[in-house]
Nanobody
Framework: QVQVVESGGGLVQTGGSLRLSCAAS????????IAWFRQAPGKERELVAS????????HYADSVKGRFTISRDNDKNTVYLQMNNLKPEDTAVYYC????????????WGQGTQVTVSS
């Protein structure tokens, strides 16, 4: 089992940058795939980026490709989401989620961190 806690959200102007962190507990963090989701008011939750347990594979939503980078440091039990060239449409609550590689659904979720991009 793993617990995840997000940090790093805040208010930034259009074109600015933020780095979100997802800190995880548990000795087996390195066996979990990690993803960042986001949910804006009145919208469905969407997958932003994901990274495999080894860090060897990552995927991005089309809306963030070229602007966001997901990475992980298994020695520090932490996954990062570097967000550059932020846009107002990136405003949302960002959630970190974890799953074992052998399953399809993310079943461990954090509380979320607010990202607000002002125009």
């Amino acid at each position: 089992q793993v617990q995840v806690v997000e940090s790093g959200g805040g208010l930034v102007q259009t074109g600015g940058s933020l780095r979100l962190s997802c800190a995880a507990s548990g000795r087996t963090f390195g066996t979990y795939d990690i993803a960042w989701f986001r949910q804006a008011p009145g919208k469905e939750r969407e997958l932003v980026a994901s990274i495999s347990w080894s860090g060897g594979s990552s995927h991005y939503a089309d809306s963030v490709k070229g602007r966001f980078t997901i990475s992980r440091d298994n020695d520090k039990n932490t996954v990062y989401l570097q967000m550059n060239n932020l846009k107002p449409e990136d405003t949302a609550v960002y959630y970190c989620a974890a799953k074992l590689s052998i399953v399809t659904a993310y079943h461990y979720w954090g509380q979320g961190t607010q990202v607000t991009v002002s125009s």
